[in-house]
């Protein structure tokens, strides 16, 4: 007898077809009990994928799904309320917090913020170095807009008067002679005592520059020292 002519091989795009999965057509399931199943069935696996690529990737998951019936299943490679708050938008208080926790985790010797606009000039930034460098007791620099002869200090009259009521306030509360606590140029001293006053998120995302003085003053006072002497403020040339 013959033998059967030999077979074509499939080409690759007909084992692509043969071998591939089938589309499937997408949308709403009617009927509850098949709902409820698909539901119970996806829902695993999806948990179960977060879970592997957290692992696998060291990366932070977070997944939350409430189903038709409005109950909550979740799972969190850490803890879900903290990972999902750093999503927040937290103003520039958050925005400074974590910018600083994450240059003490680096081993910054010291860490800073400026304003974004550079209303306090960077040129500014080498004498608060130098006052940390060259006093040793000194943990904090903040710039001071003090408007002096032979300085560029621009502020409108109103913000001024504004904010010499509210500074004027805040050194009453805190038992501090500052002159400037809203100023956006500030250095610190990096280390080991600088990072439980970053730990927490602020209760305010605009004058978060109080919290961070209370938090000082705190720490300090629970060691016996005054914030007053560990505190320098530098009047700005501009």
Not at 5 to 16: D, M, Q
């Amino acid at each position: 007898p013959r033998s059967p002519p030999p077979r074509k091989p499939l080409s690759r795009r007909v084992v692509a077809r043969a071998v591939g999965r089938k589309k499937v057509d997408i949308r709403p399931i009617p009927e509850g009990r098949k709902r409820q199943v698909t539901f119970m069935k996806r829902k695993t696996g999806l948990l179960k994928k977060a879970m592997e690529l957290s692992i696998l990737c060291q990366c932070d998951m977070a997944v939350v799904i409430f189903n038709h019936n409005g109950k909550l299943y979740d799972y969190g490679s850490t803890d879900i309320h903290k990972t999902i708050r750093r999503f927040r938008n937290g103003g520039k208080g958050e925005a400074v917090r974590r910018g600083v926790l994450h240059a003490l985790d680096t081993g910054a010797e010291w860490v800073g913020y400026w304003d974004a606009d550079l209303a306090t000039p960077l040129d500014e930034l080498e004498r608060f170095c130098a006052v940390l460098r060259e006093e040793p007791a000194k943990d904090v620099v903040f710039g001071a807009r003090v408007r002096l002869l032979g300085r560029r200090i621009e502020r409108k009259l109103y913000r001024h008067l504004y904010g010499r009521a509210f500074v004027t306030a805040v050194s009453t509360m805190l038992a501090l002679p500052i002159y400037d606590t809203q100023c956006g140029a500030k250095l610190f001293r990096g280390g080991a005592e600088l990072g439980p006053v970053f730990a927490e998120p602020f209760l305010s995302r605009w004058i978060f520059d109080v919290e961070i003085l209370a938090r000082l003053a705190g720490r300090y006072e629970a060691r016996g020292v005054e914030l007053a002497d560990r505190l320098v403020e530098v009047p700005l040339r501009r």
